[in-house]
């Protein structure tokens, strides 16, 4: 249920079409139909009640209609299953129907040079066929002469068909690209769908299933942190608080209670407690599954409805999209984007190069252009002036082929000059590394997170479970006065301790959380739900005691009152009532927060002795503070009585909560992960600054930062808790200001007992500094909840596999399914891989692209015909596009990438290395064509190609040039697989086989081409002898390569570096961009129109008071001020407010009293 958004969706499963509707279900032996349960979870809070109470009794009666049991789940019965699905419907919405391959070739058709291809071959073939008549082919002069031979002259047709042939090519490879893209990225989303497990109780044992597979009916276990998957009615609740901020906008968090709310929608995160759940509604009669039916999210299901359905569509939106007023909309209607939109695509990368693709693409059209313009000139001067000729008509179809020969010229000459390899090679390289990224536990959500990652300058990492092994046992505790370094012997310790001690552990945790006997014989036992509460039932068994029993006592259903665990409280509590009527209430959390809240403590009798402030210091100094430098977490658990009567007030939650007696302080220890050291040695030797930010005390957290390398002796360093840290960072008035910031974060590499919104303003703090020259990339870790907002702010959020809520991977652009901080390190690998990968493709295909558009241009004018061919052409753009971006985007990481610093947000795509590399193999190539262009017939003594008429068959003199040129480019792309100029460039060649095969693969069609190739690719054979020399020239850029690698770079000052990053002035726009998120398509043109309206609306109103203005020539500035006024409301609404002038004569204008005459806005 990932990513819902894109579904088509049918409302009602196809059984229930029809009339009768009601019956089947009857008879399908359920109380209830589809259509009831529907209307129900359409109720809120006591309306929803009071239905239940009129149709069903009571909760139970509705369970009873569904034949579940509250306790026992569903029998796990796969007739009884199937029947629910059959008429209630599965829990998946249908998602959108993917693009088929014929839609994705029209998509590949509408490239614009393809086009003008396709129309020049198109007339090309036509004027072939249209023979002249014969006697007049004198009068049109030497055009036509040279097609001596009749089979020639008929092959006209060739060079168009070939033409069209290898546009076909071209369309086919991009289109087969594009669907195996999506393809991957469909199986990514279905992977992540799937890892989505459950909680359900079935057959009386809670088991974890996919939620593909809940059925209505289905007992659900709800916790902090999940997604719901299907709509409920919650049957039994503790403290539960649910965040329905995706259907309803409402931030607040709502309580949702069986006696005032009991019902639960899809797609809402629980925030605080738990519960269990009747699941009533799924897949599309869930409340998210109306809604995506409501957007129309299906294309129409058929094409009568889709008309229909636009109708709908836009009336939806219209309601989705109030108009805003002055002030206040805006921020309300950004959060709501920032609910639902999903992150934006366009990395830094990718705008890198596009802006590096406009460029090249201007550049190739002017030369096009020109080419054209002078073959033309050249051919009309020399026909029509030199040899004084006179237009006739029967020769225009000659002259018309002489002009379509040159654009066809033109157009090639544009072609190989656009670089559309680049997007191509972005995705392989992107779709590349995802996939073997997946086999180093990261699943990447979002594409361009994988780039970025290459870019990262700070890493904000969790403690638990990221950089610790996240499994947790007490090793060290506190109880009776005396301090065991181990686990006591139970029989030393006072019974009535003991039994308030394992009493506390058992019941205040959550009863989800247990330990299991091991997977296999001598292996561990097996810890599920909250690990700090595993140490803490693991200690329970250490000291030879069961909690199963005291559980099975007291179920959950009986606990009296719960305030589970969140950041905020640190501390949880539950409340029981004892058999005498009174009640007891368990409280355990950070010892710190919780001993503050004790007023005495048991002795080592097992009686209550006060404890003191003055007492409270000397434990923390005596026995926390040591706990935690030996890197423990300390848990206090503490407990309280009360008398049955007054009944406390439990809402008063400060009050109950204090005044407790403390049984015990345990230190739980949570061991570093072993290959945590070593991959933060990593980092930092690749400039990455590791930061951790828990929530522990700040002892605990410097001994493991220190265990880590995170803190290095010697090194100046900040650890601060959070609470210090907002004083630092705020002024008198409590805001926070980005100077104070900038002077704790460079130095700060701990923040302890710090809450998520700290971890927030940290990364913010960290992006939006500026007192270092580049613009810091942060990368955030989160499991929780709370989490959500640092890891959306952040550059990269990495949510844990294993450990994280499924808010948090909702949050998140990689999954860590290993929940490791080294798999981190192998993400900066890939990212920094995915960089380099394309800066090769580009080396390489600027090389290319600059000398094969200088030898069509030159050639073109100096000798009136491309000396490479329209099919050449396409053919070096095939090699150079598609190929050359497989073989270079697919080359795999080395550990050499972790040795420099990293590039930054602004670095250019192409560094002076390269523009060295680019330059020096264009030279070489230039002067190489050039030679054999203008004396290659005499150093081989064959026939010169030059002037050659029209439909002449192939020389070999251009065979050859042809032949090196493509020779030359296949060695050159050895030389672009290393781009800081390395001199060992065959440096781990064979460790990727993609390369080898390709450059293999194209040498061989090559030598096919060429001997066999004839007619249609312009190629006449040619002998060994003739070869070997091509194969010499080619040979000789390797050679030329390490003469190049020898020029120092410095020296070269006059290199520009090109494919900046977005400069100043632009980035600001970009980061409004990105905060804003894209807008839907629809979206934006909900926006234009308003915008349209607003702005007709305005020049009427202008125009109204102007004109009202001179009757009463009265002032005009009020006219003026009230159109202000209505122009911020613009500015409102979007960022675009054009200014419309109203400037007014100036006699006029004195009138109005404005005496300058100025222009208004």
Known sequence: MGDLANSAVEVYPKKQRGGGGGEPNHAGGFGCTLEELRNLMELRGADALQKIEDCYGDINGLCYRLKTSTNEGLSNNPVDLEKRRQIYGKNFIPPKKAKTFLQLVWEALQDVTLIILEIAAIISLGLSFYQPPGEETEVCGNVAAGAEDEGEAEAGWIEGAAILLSVICVVLVTAFNDWSKEKQFRGLQSRIEQEQKFTVIRNGNVIQIPVAELVVGDIAQVKYGDLLPADGVLIQGNDLKIDESSLTGESDHVRKSVEKDPMLLSGTHVMEGSGRMLVTAVGVNSQTGIIFTLLGAGEGEEEKKDKKAKKQDGAVAMEMQPLKSAEGGEVEEREKKKASVPKKEKSVLQGKLTKLAVQIGKAGLVMSAITVIILVLYFVIETFVIDGRVWIAECTPVYVQYFVKFFIIGVTVLVVAVPEGLPLAVTISLAYSVKKMMKDNNLVRHLDACETMGNATAICSDKTGTLTTNRMTVVQSYIGDTRHKEVPDPNALNPKTLELLIGAIALNSAYTTKILPPDKEGGLPKQVGNKTECALLGFVLDLKRDYQPIREQIPEEKLYKVYTFNSVRKSMSTVIRMPDGGFRLYSK?????????????????????????????????????????????????????????????????????????????????????????????????????????????????????????????????????????????????????????????????????????????????????????????????????????????????????????????????????????????????????????????????????????????????????????????????????????????????????????????????????????????????????????????????????????????????????????????????????????????????????????????????????????????????????????????????????????????????????????????????????????????????????????????????????????????????????????????????????????????????????????????
């Not at 192409?910 to 262009?933: D, E, P």
């Not at 020296?1051 to 600001?1068: F, N, Y």
């Not at 349209?1092 to 009020?1118: A, D």
């Open 589 to 1161: 959390g950070a010892s710190e927060i919780l001993l503050k809240k004790c007023s005495s403590i048991l002795n080592s009798n097992g009686e209550a002795r006060s404890f003191r402030p003055r007492d409270r210091d000397e434990m923390v100094k005596k026995v926390i503070e040591p706990m935690a430098c030996d890197g423990l977490r300390t848990i206090c658990i503490a407990y309280r009585d009360f008398p049955s009567v007054p009944e406390p007030d439990w809402e008063n939650e400060n009050e109950i909560v204090s005044d407790l007696i403390c049984i015990a302080v345990v230190g739980i220890e949570d061991p570093v992960r072993p290959e945590v050291p070593e991959a933060i040695r990593k980092c930092q030797r690749a400039g990455i600054t590791v930061r951790m930010v828990t929530g522990d005390n700040i002892n605990t957290a410097r001994a493991i930062a220190a265990k880590c390398g995170i803190i290095q002796a010697g090194e100046e360093f900040l650890c601060l808790e959070g609470k210090e840290f907002n004083r630092r960072i705020r002024n008198e008035k409590g805001e926070i200001e980005q100077e104070r910031i900038d002077k704790i974060w460079p130095k700060l590499r701990v923040l302890a007992r710090s809450s998520p919104t700290d971890k927030h303003t940290l990364v913010k703090g960290i992006i939006d500094s500026s007192i270092v020259e580049q613009r810091q990339v942060v990368a955030v870790t989160g499991d929780g909840t709370n989490d959500g907002p640092a890891l959306k702010k952040a550059d990269v959020g990495f949510a844990m596999g294993i450990a994280g809520t499924d808010v948090a991977k909702e949050a998140s652009d990689i999954i860590l399914t290993d929940d490791n901080f080294s798999s981190i390190v192998k993400a900066v690998m890939w990212g920094r891989n995915v960089y380099d990968s394309i800066s090769k493709f580009l080396q390489f295909q600027l090389t290319v692209n600059v000398v094969a558009v200088i030898v069509a241009f030159t050639g073109a004018c100096i000798t009136q015909d491309s000396p490479l061919k329209a099919v050449q052409m396409l053919w070096v753009n095939l090699i150079m596009d598609t190929f050359a971006s497989l073989a270079l985007a697919t080359e795999p990481p080395t550990e050499a990438l972790l040795l420099r610093k990293p590039y930054g947000r602004n670095k250019p795509l192409i560094s002076r290395t390269m523009m060295k590399n680019i330059l020096g193999h264009g030279v070489y190539q230039l002067t190489v064509i050039f030679s054999l262009l203008f004396i290659g017939e005499k150093i081989f003594d064959i026939d010169s190609g030059r002037n050659a008429p029209l439909h002449s068959p192939p020389s070999e003199h251009y065979t050859i040039i042809f032949n090196t040129f493509v020779l030359m480019q296949l060695f050159n792309e050895i030389n672009a697989r290393k781009i800081h100029g390395e001199r060992n460039v065959f440096d781990g060649i064979f460790s990727n086989p993609i390369f080898c095969s390709i450059v293999l693969g194209t040498f061989g069609v090559q030598i096919v081409i060429v001997q066999f190739g004839g007619k249609p690719f312009s190629c006449a054979p040619l002998n060994v002898e003739q070869w070997l020399w091509c194969l010499f020239v080619g040979v000789g850029e390797l050679l030329w390569g390490q003469v190049i690698a020898t020029v120092p770079t410095s020296h070269l000052k006059c290199l520009k570096e090109a494919g900046h990053g977005p400069g100043k002035d632009e980035i600001t726009d970009e980061e409004l961009a990105e905060d804003e998120e894209e807008i839907d398509h629809a979206e934006r043109e909900l926006r234009r129109g308003q915008i349209l309206w607003f702005r007709g609306l305005n020049r009427i109103q202008t125009q109204m008071e102007v004109v009202s203005t001179f009757k009463r020539s009265g002032s005009f500035q009020g006219a003026v001020r009230r159109r202000s006024s209505v122009l911020s409301q613009l500015h409102d609404v979007t960022n675009i407010s054009t200014p419309t002038h109203v400037v007014l004569s100036a006699n006029a204008t004195s009138s109005a009293g404005n005496p300058s005459g100025e222009s208004l806005p």
